[in-house]
Each structure stands twice: as structure tokens, then as C-alpha cells.
């Protein structure tokens, strides 16, 4: 919802994305290459450990959408204005740091501390998702005669 596979891949790449699925498959004496990750990912998973890298990747996914869904709760927004926004850049970093073997590390907890810090200026309006609606949309200010006993007739 807030971030496609293809973003993830382009953004974080699928070299990094190979070293975290070595990384939490080879305890199991599985070890993945780039293309089972490309295949798990974009196109129909054929092995056991390929399904099983899709799994792994859709529950950070999952944990994800959670995350900036929590800090979103009142926000009808279309996939097209997420799109637009700097939701995808937020969830990517948080997708980062959910798939990373050593989220301990200094680099992959600060990407995760921006990543919070700008969703709670989301949700605050700080930085905004929409766009203001135009000037025709709007409805105008309304305004009626002061409530005054001055004589503006004779003045």
C-alpha cells in the first residue's frame, strides 16, 4: 500500500536485499542468490526457499503498513497522493530496517529513528500528504452586517 516491491528494490537493491535474506536463511543451510530474491519478489516464487523469502519480505510488509497505518488512522488518502508523497521513502527506510539481520546496528537504527521522526510530523501536518483542494472547491468565507448601533447611514 505505501511502498511497491519495485520501489524497495530499486531503492534499497537487491544486493542488500540478498545479504539480509543470506543472512536470515542461512541458519537454516539455505543459501539464496540474487535471482531467487528477484524471483521471490517480482515474479512467482518456484522453490521452498524462494516462497519462503516471499513470506519473510510480505510480513515486514505487513509490520509496515501497520506502522505508518497507525500514524495515519483519520487520513482518506488515495494510493495516488501516497504515491506522491514522501510516504514510500518512510516505509522503504522502516522496510529496511524490519528486513535487516543486525537491526542493532547504528546506521540501520538511525534510518529507522528519521524514518519515525518524520511520520509523527506526518501525522501532526507538518509535512503535508495532500494537496490543498483548489480555490473553487473551497467554500468561502461567510459574512454578515455588524451587530453595531452606529448610524452608518448618516455618516
Known sequence: MFVTTQYVIDKIGVNVLLQ???GKFAEAGSYPTS??????????????????ILAWYQSAEKNVTA????????????QEQIDNSVLPGIACDLLYFELAVNPGDDNIKARKTSAMALLEKVSKGLIQIKEDAPAAARTGMRTKAAGTSFNWGGY
Open 20 to 22: 539480509f535474506a543470506s
Open 35 to 52: 535471482d531467487d530474491v528477484t524471483t521471490a519478489l517480482l515474479g512467482v516464487p518456484a522453490t521452498e526457499l524462494q516462497q519462503q
Open 67 to 78: 506502522i505508518v497505518s497507525g500514524f495515519l488512522p483519520n487520513t482518506d488518502i488515495s
